[in-house]
């Protein structure tokens, strides 16, 4: 269920810079299904068969379509504005390599650790990761988030 | 560390951040003459900076650099 953003103190981390320290991290898991690749592709108008044809992904060797690289990765954005720094995030730059495709289905932890702490900018660098079901590694990367 | 060897190393963090080893220095350079230098890469080279002269800059500091010869003489009174 998508929570409403109304609603967000609820569920949101308000980390400010003196909180963090290296070796804090968050995670949260979530479930990919259809409807995601549907509004990906109404965003994005990304509209290449590999996401979005079976059989074509299929001749590709492919069990099924594969999910957006970048949908995948928009989770990071949760990870960053809800989770770690949460509230007080400003993403600045992400770094990003999938290493392992996604499938319809699939149900991914996301997971940023903090590895950097940059007190004359108040700016953290986080390492982040996304797993799947099987604990095998779909992303990695480093994502740098000011915390303002 | 001289300043010399100090404005050498800082090059080296401009060229590395705009990747573009064509950038060349003086004490008068400054925002205005770097295209890319913008307040995101502004902080990705205090970052670089303190990582490789294992430093620690305070906001005030940063504020008030107003050329590349002034951060060298920042580094360099911090070492």
Redesign the interface.
């Known amino acids: 269920m998508i929570p409403s953003w109304q609603n967000y103190n609820k569920i949101m981390n308000k980390y400010k810079f003196k909180d963090l320290r290296v070796g804090m991290y968050e995670e949260f898991k979530i479930t990919i299904n259809p409807e995601m690749l549907k509004d990906f592709r109404s965003v994005t108008y990304d509209v290449n068969p590999l996401h979005n044809n079976d059989k074509y992904a299929q001749s590709k060797g492919y069990p099924g379509r594969v999910v957006y690289g970048m949908l995948t990765a928009s989770f990071l954005s949760t990870l960053a504005g809800v989770y770690i720094p949460g509230e007080h995030s400003l993403i600045?730059?992400v770094e990003t390599k999938f290493v392992n495709p996604v499938f319809i289905g699939d149900q991914l932890t996301v997971r940023g650790e903090v590895t950097e702490l940059?007190?004359?900018?108040q700016?953290l660098t986080l390492k982040v990761t996304i797993t799947n079901q099987d604990d095998v590694k779909v992303l990695r990367g480093k994502m740098d988030i000011?915390v303002v | 560390m001289t300043r010399e060897q100090v404005f050498k190393d800082l090059t080296e963090i401009f060229w590395d951040v705009f990747d573009d080893e064509d950038i060349v220095l003086t004490d008068a350079t400054t925002a205005d003459d770097i295209e890319d230098w913008d307040s995101?890469e502004q902080?990705?080279l205090?970052?670089a900076c303190?990582k490789k002269f294992n430093i620690?800059?305070?906001?005030k500091?940063?504020q008030n650099l107003k050329n590349v010869g002034e951060m060298v003489d920042t580094i360099l009174a911090k070492l």
């Open positions: 600045q730059q940059f007190e004359s900018v700016r000011l | 995101l902080i990705n205090v970052v303190e620690k800059f305070d906001m500091e940063i």
